[in-house]
């Protein structure tokens, strides 16, 4: 039984990872809100930017998930880069002090950019947003850490995760609403369900090598339009959404920020839903032994159940 800390741990990728964990290991959270309490588990409320309080919380354990991050667009950019990158850097020095078997960082396909064709591992750095910036930092100082103390670290690279979370709650209501597809909606929109996700953190514990980076994503890749059709057949609805171009869409967006009210659809919205999303995921099924169980309709439905056992989706 392994000792294993999860920063982040009551988000919605951390909560099911911790939830997973805590089945087999002994499983401390650190989080700046304690909220999903899981029998069995420790939590500690802290700051993932002091490094005395992550140095207490990092003591002790064998393994180290950092899962903390912040994504609203809508913050400060010293916000996100105080969190995202001092954040992890304070994870990192809290490591370096400590003799873990290994670290593992949750980052996002989002370092990327908007890619042409389809992007593996060796893909250059091409962030486009605040949030995406920061990631990008922290994973390079990540990987400087690797090379310059040998600290053993791996980074895993999600696509853009869905499953019972506000994100997709947000999409299966306007699809309901028959909303309307923002661009041509043929461009390719990979994504990874959580208990994927999940797969491929718990397997990065002991699989792969220190040092490197590995993209994770579902087996299947569609275009928007049909993970949109996917969504609409499974809620039972029959009537074709319209296409609005996307220059229309950013106007809208526009309009409302001016008058300082809050948009149907943000700039950040639009650039999630028209952006290229397509990716190699062959090393992390070589290396991590990564094998994703659920396609895109299996995950659609199973999400789609979920919501309406909550009363979400009626």
């Given at each position: ?9 009551t988000?919605?990728?951390g909560n099911e990872?911790?939830k ?5 290991h002994?499983?401390t959270?650190f989080?700046r809100t304690?909220?999903?309490?899981i029998?069995g ?10 490094i005395?309080?992550?140095r207490?919380a ?5 393994y180290?998930y950092h ?12 916000t996100l880069f105080d969190?995202?990158v ?7 020095e809290a490591?370096?002090?400590e003799?873990i078997?290994r ?12 890619i042409?064709?389809q992007a593996?591992?060796k ?5 486009e ?8 930092m ?10 310059r103390y040998?600290l053993?670290?791996?980074?895993i690279?999600?696509a853009l995760v869905?499953g ?9 209501q306007k699809?309901?609403?028959?909303f309307?597809?923002i ?5 390719k929109f990979?994504?990874i369900?959580i208990?994927n996700l999940?797969?491929?953190?718990l397997?990065?514990?002991?699989n792969g090598?220190?040092?490197s980076i590995y993209?994770?994503a579902d087996?299947?890749?569609h275009?928007?339009e049909?993970?949109?059709?996917i969504?609409r057949?499974e809620?039972g609805i029959?009537?074709?959404?319209k296409?609005?171009?996307v220059w229309?869409?950013?106007l809208i ?13 943000s700039k950040?919205h639009i650039?999630?839903?028209?952006r290229t999303?397509?990716y190699?995921i062959n090393k ?6 990564y094998?994703p169980k659920y ?12 919501f ?7």
């Open positions: 039984m392994a000792k294993i800390l999860v920063t982040g741990g988000g919605f990728i990872l911790v997973e964990l805590s089945k087999r002994k499983v959270v989080d304690i909220k999903h309490v029998r588990v420790k939590y500690i409320k802290g700051d993932i930017t002091d005395q309080q992550v207490k990092v003591k002790g354990n064998d180290i899962l903390a991050a912040v994504l609203d667009e809508t913050l400060p950019k010293k969190i995202n001092g954040g992890t850097l304070s994870i990192l490591c370096k002090e003799k078997k670290l593992i960082y949750l980052s996002t396909v989002g370092v990327m950019g908007d042409e064709g593996d591992e893909y250059p750095y091409n962030p947003t605040n949030y995406e910036k920061s990631k990008a922290a994973e390079r100082t990540v990987l400087e850490y690797y090379k040998k053993p670290v791996i980074i690279r999600s869905y019972p979370n506000q994100y997709t709650l947000k999409i299966l699809a309901k609403d028959v309307p597809i661009g041509s909606g043929k461009n990979h994504l369900y208990k999940i797969t491929a953190l397997k990065a514990m002991k090598k220190d040092g993209i994770v087996d299947d890749v275009t928007y049909k993970y949109y059709r969504i057949e809620l029959n009537e074709e959404p296409n609005i171009p229309f869409a950013d967006a526009f309009f409302y920020r001016i008058v300082g009210k809050k948009s149907i659809v950040e650039n999630r839903l028209t999303r397509w190699k992390a099924k070589r290396y991590l032994k094998k396609e895109l309709r299996k995950g659609i439905k199973a999400t789609i159940k979920y309406k056992s909550q009363g979400f989706l009626e």
